[in-house]
């Protein structure tokens, strides 16, 4: 792992993020086929630049919900 796939993988959720309001975890993984590790890195990527805000689902405490900051 390095940090050009760790980009890559970054864009593929800040594309999906794109096409919705809101995205789960679950629904992340599935719309960009990516592994656990995987999507916990793109979105720490995407968090120190400040692209996404996290939040806890308040209806599945295993969930988080993910949205693309508004600029």
Do not use: F, H
């Not at 999906?16 to 975890?25: P, Y």
């Not at 630049?49 to 939040?55: A, D, G, V």
């Amino acid at each position: 792992m390095n940090v050009e796939v760790i980009g890559t993988w970054a864009g593929l959720v800040w594309n999906a993020l794109n096409e919705a309001d809101v995205l789960g975890t679950k629904q992340l993984k599935k719309i960009t086929k990516l592994k656990e590790k995987e999507l916990y890195a793109a979105l720490g990527w995407l968090g120190r630049e400040n692209k996404i805000t996290i939040q806890e689902n308040p209806e599945d405490e295993k969930e988080l919900l993910i949205t693309l900051v508004q600029e």
